[in-house]
């Protein structure tokens, strides 16, 4: 009698806790409630220019000169021109390489597409009942079919002539 109820109990709790929802796939999160303090990033100290003409116009929603810029302080910091990070156009050396590759066109879309696509995937390949219970982790069982086996991809390249010599030997299956 006394195991009868507490099964009932317990459940209960298992089907109270698979209606829970979010976390998506890798649940990352899971007890945290607090901000993330790597996320936080310290501003730069005000300070007054020598003159006031030379500050840059003022952009709704875009960068300040207060806003941090670690991947500049780290080209600084190695002795390199942080000024040099704003070129965001095609290196020289990439020209040919960019003008290949976009030879049938490029589609605008495509980051909007992908989303799309993967958030139907997820929804597809979700969490099942007891992992929405336990919170656990799914994003290896649901892209598992995407997943590119490394030793067998080195083989296959290696059996077609491909010189691979930085590249450690395939395992023996």
């Known amino acids: 009698m006394r195991t009868g109820a507490l099964m009932i109990k317990v459940a209960a709790v298992m089907l109270l806790g698979a209606c829970g929802g979010g976390g998506g796939l890798n649940n990352l999160r899971a007890g945290q409630n607090s901000p993330d303090e790597f996320a936080i990033l310290p501003t ?17 929603g875009g960068a300040n000169i207060t806003d941090p810029n670690p991947m500049g302080d780290a080209v600084a910091a190695l002795g390199g021109s942080p000024d040099r990070l704003a070129d965001r156009g095609v290196g020289a050396a990439d020209q040919a390489l960019v003008a290949h590759a976009a030879r049938v066109g490029t589609d605008p879309q495509i980051r909007a597409r992908l989303a799309q696509s ?25 892209y598992a079919p995407m997943a590119l086996d490394a030793a067998a991809e080195q083989l296959r390249w290696q059996r077609a002539g491909a010189v691979t010599s930085t590249a450690p030997a395939p395992r023996a299956r």
Do not use: I, K
């Open 118 to 142: 993967d958030a139907e995937w997820r929804a597809r390949n979700g969490r099942r009942p007891l992992e929405r219970v336990f919170g656990t982790s799914v994003y290896q069982r649901a």
């Open 44 to 60: 730069r100290s005000l300070s007054m220019p020598a003159d006031l003409s030379v500050l840059p116009a003022p952009t709704p």
